[in-house]
């Protein structure tokens, strides 16, 4: 089994292969930890046995992410039990979702080098348009999601989250893939670059995931300016024909995206508004869970029911991202999230597509919530992250070795 292959596979994994009604009976949000368990640690059995898996980099002091990771997350059962009456094992029971950080030091030990990572992201990228587009021409509901929803009245098959329906999990990885294409297209741009980054601006457009398109418009903006060629009036020009063509035909969505956000912006009784003066002012009883967060309450407990009545008000954890992240699983997860990202920001020898969609978890944190679909996004960043540092020293050792080398020599013909 390729790299390639045991990638795409964990990410699909981590979507519960996108809620489709086809694998639910196997691959749902009960079994799909557990698979996870199973996929590492065959992961670990099949690359350890091929002699082929050559350890280019030492990555060992990088597993501390992922423990830190666990130890916030453990250390969040604390208050859930002292607090809200959470017993440990139920705690232990329901964190079963963020199983899928297993892939972290699994995929630090695979070692898989940077290209077969994107191989991965655009294999899952073709399956995540073909699901998406198939769902919009499907005269029947396809994804579980979709059901339940209709089942508890919050909407109809009628109902659309966006120009192609319901929106399927997983959007983020998509994203990390334009990106990426966006980064390919600014280093050499030609015709087939810029219509993929094209192609994929117009997809994630129509999804009309908010959280998702305005920052990456900004970014999809700021590279077409900054291949403008010495002919700047001319590719002025040519851009602004582009811009007028696409928000044309998707005017109708864009229009609307954006009466929406104003009209939500200024109501204070916005679900958002709602959840954050609640989750960040009034939801911890206590400093400590200010500190280790409150814990992931189950729906078992009279806790979670408590909090399930919330949601039906309105206030979801989830609708604040990262903030509503903090309140469940503390500082410590936190902390780790925020010291990459602003590492990899603050230095110039990470990827361009690596520090677009940093700033985009930084400048927009309700739009990630790292323990469900997210999570492979995470562990993917923190090994792209990790392969950089490693890579730039291995680089630096090697130029040393030429020119020491080349010192051994001038001082031997003298």
């Known amino acids: 089994m390729s790299k390639i292959l045991y990638l795409f596979i964990a990410l699909i994994l981590s979507v519960t292969f996108w809620d489709l009604i086809f694998f639910d009976t196997i691959f749902n949000t009960k079994t799909s930890p557990f698979i996870a368990i199973i996929w590492a640690l065959f992961g670990l059995y099949w690359f350890r046995s091929k002699a082929g898996n050559i350890k280019i980099y030492n990555f060992k002091k990088y597993y501390k992410y992922f423990y830190w990771l666990i130890i916030g997350f453990l250390l969040s059962t604390i208050p859930a039990f002292l607090f809200w009456k959470q017993n440990f094992d139920i705690s232990l029971i ?8 297993i892939f972290l030091p699994m995929i630090l ?7 077969q990572i994107i191989k991965a992201l655009l294999y899952y990228t073709i399956v995540y348009i073909i699901i998406s587009v198939t769902q919009a021409f499907t005269p029947f509901p396809i994804l579980t999601s979709v059901i339940d929803k209709i089942t508890l009245g919050r909407g109809s098959f009628d109902f659309k989250d966006n120009f192609l329906g319901y929106l399927l999990p997983g959007v983020s990885m998509v994203l990390f893939f334009f990106y990426y294409k966006l980064q390919q297209f600014k280093e050499l741009p030609n015709s087939k670059s810029f219509i993929t980054v094209f192609i994929l601006f117009c997809f994630i457009l129509v999804l009309q995931n908010r959280g998702a398109l305005f920052f990456a418009t900004l970014i999809f ?12 009036i001319f590719s002025f020009l040519v851009f602004c024909i582009i811009a007028i063509v696409v928000f044309n035909i998707f005017s109708k969505y864009w229009n609307s995206m954006v009466n929406e956000t104003l009209i939500q912006f200024n109501d204070p009784d916005y679900n958002r508004w709602k959840a954050y ?13 200010t500190i280790l967060g409150n814990g992931f309450l189950s729906a078992k407990t009279q806790s979670g029911q408590f909090l399930q009545s919330m949601m039906n ?27 990459i990202i602003l590492n990899i920001l603050f230095h110039k020898k990470y990827p361009f597509y690596l520090k677009a969609i940093s700033a985009h978890i930084l400048f927009v944190p309700i739009s990630w919530g790292f323990d469900s679909c997210d999570i492979m996004i995470l562990v993917i960043i923190i090994y792209i992250y990790a392969y950089y540092v490693e890579k730039n020293k291995m680089i630096c050792i090697e130029k040393f070795k030429s020119i020491y080398s080349s010192s051994l020599k001038i001082v031997h013909k003298m």
Not at 94 to 101: D, N, S
Not at 109 to 115: H, L, V
Not at 314 to 337: A, E, H, K, T
């Open 277 to 289: 003066r609640y989750f960040v002012f009034e939801y911890s009883p206590n400093w400590l869970c």
């Open 94 to 101: 329901a964190y079963r979702r963020l199983i899928f950080y």
């Open 221 to 232: 903006i700021y590279v077409l300016f900054k291949q403008m060629g010495p002919n700047k």
């Open 313 to 339: 008000e309105g206030y979801y954890q989830s609708d604040i991202g990262l903030i509503g992240f903090w309140s469940m699983y503390g500082i410590i997860p936190i902390i780790v999230i925020y010291s």
């Open 109 to 115: 030990y695979m070692q898989p080098s940077e290209k």
